[in-house]
């Protein structure tokens, strides 16, 4: 059953749907585990050279830490879930294609870091934010890339990861609730197919 759905076409896979996971009314509807599971071994199958020189997505990845984690873990959902007082959220804004996965943000989700000043209360709860604007290699044209931003939000208990990240700049979204643009950035693009920067290509 599982070699069945690795034979099927690996863009169909992933570069059309990896930007579709970070979709902030995706957890509305959750992602079938079974696409999940699909995603998940085609992401460790060979690939063509043909591939590895051709396209991909350029996008804002979402990645979370529990609290007391220390490394990033990519969202399985969009950021309308839950979050724990002492979690870290992570944005990064991507390029994957079928053999180059995503990176989670360059700064190491360390909450006692980012929010180590701001004390606990029984009304409200700490979320640690990190936000990388990515690498010039695959920036838009004529764009800058921003400085990562690391800041400590309280929030209240019922907020959501969407809800954290709008108090903390302002966020840009397709009407389908794809996060198409933090901080202004990117200025108009929402999850683009691009041709793979040549800088990324082994």
């Known amino acids: 059953m599982l070699l ?86 992570g944005w990064s804004f991507v390029f994957s294609s079928d053999d180059i996965p995503s990176t989670p943000p360059m700064v190491k989700p360390n909450f006692d870091a980012i929010c180590g000043k701001t004390k606990a209360d029984k009304d409200t709860k700490r979320i640690a934010l990190v936000v990388d604007f990515g690498s010039k290699a695959y920036a838009p044209k004529g764009e800058k890339v921003q400085k990562t931003i690391t800041t400590c939000v309280r929030a209240a208990k019922s907020s959501q990861g969407i809800d954290v990240l709008g108090m903390a700049l302002k966020v840009r979204a397709a009407k389908n609730g794809l996060i198409c643009g933090l901080n202004g950035y990117p200025a108009k693009e929402c999850g683009v197919e691009i041709p793979t920067p040549a800088s990324l290509k082994k």
């Not at 999940?36 to 350029?58: D, H, Y």
């Not at 804002?60 to 870290?88: L, R």
């Open 4 to 89: 069945a759905f690795i034979a099927l076409p690996r863009e169909a896979l992933i570069s059309r749907e990896a930007p579709k996971l970070l979709s902030a009314s995706s957890s509305k509807k959750a992602i079938p585990a079974l696409l999940l599971l699909i995603i998940s071994i085609a992401q460790i199958a060979p690939v063509s050279s043909a591939n590895a020189a051709g396209k991909g997505w350029r996008y804002w990845g979402y990645y979370q830490a529990a609290p007391g984690a220390t490394k990033w873990t990519a969202a399985m959902t969009g950021p309308t879930v839950d979050i724990e007082d002492g979690a870290v959220e």
